[in-house]
Nanobody
């Protein structure tokens, strides 16, 4: 199983980016999916999460600016980031709870993407 994140880059303050994270491999089902970020010298923190039914949860520092969504058919989670500030500069990681095809029923494994760099210039 692999989570492949993409969409990061360099953007000016006030700009937008859209991150994508696609799951592939021996996937039977995906439960919650989310995005985390880690800035230099700081701990990894939750940015946003989404359930299979579409319920969302956002960190206070992104409410009203970021939107998380998912496409179940594509095993993909997205993060639309608007009104970016230099404080949003970090490596962004996707995360998903995955049940493996042929694995134990009800057994979920947490997988992480490789991270994608987001840099916001002032």
């Amino acid at each position: 199983v692999q989570l492949q994140a993409s969409g990061g880059g360099l953007v000016q303050a006030g700009g937008s980016l859209r991150l994508s994270c696609a799951g592939s491999g021996n996937i039977f089902s995906i439960n919650n999916m989310g995005w985390y970020r880690q800035a230099p010298g700081k701990q990894r923190e939750l940015v946003a999460a989404i359930t299979p039914g579409g319920s969302t949860n956002y960190a206070n520092f992104v409410k009203g600016r970021f939107i998380i969504s998912r496409d179940g058919a594509k095993n993909t989670v997205y993060l639309q980031m608007n009104a970016l500030t230099p404080e949003d500069t970090a490596v962004y990681y996707c995360n998903a709870d995955i049940m493996l095809r042929g694995g134990l029923p009800g057994k979920w494994y947490a997988y992480w993407g490789q991270g994608t760099q987001v840099t916001v210039s002032s």
